[in-house]
């Protein structure tokens, strides 16, 4: 017994190798795309980040330039000072016993009330 393949089948066949190959040609080209459209996208995010560092250069430059004067001088030190205070203050806490921490938080707690 002899098989022999329809000329239809063949078609049918090719037709389907044709349209796989066409699909994947058509997803790598989507593929290619994307990743166009990805790169532009970074290439404007990192521009934006670029601009926004420049401005804040400029900006630290400028308020450098004005916090020269002796008004500015002034109050860096004011806060340096409390800065100090505080760590000092700190300090002490962490090197009270329990004894001295509880009398301190009563006496915080009756100037609260």
Request: charged letters at 45%.
């Amino acid at each position: 017994m002899q098989h022999t393949i329809n000329d239809k089948f063949a078609t049918l066949a090719d037709s389907l190798y044709t349209a796989d190959r066409f699909a994947r040609q058509e997803t790598e080209q989507r593929q290619r795309v994307e990743r166009a459209v990805a790169a532009k996208e970074r290439e404007q995010q990192e521009e934006k980040i670029r601009l926004l560092a420049q401005k804040a250069r400029e900006e630290r430059a400028g308020m450098r330039n004005a916090e020269d004067t002796e008004d500015g001088y002034k109050e860096r030190e004011e806060i340096r000072r409390d800065r100090e205070r505080e760590r000092q203050r700190d300090l002490r806490k962490s090197h009270m016993g329990s004894e001295a921490k509880a009398k301190m938080l009563s006496r915080y707690a009756s100037l609260i009330s």
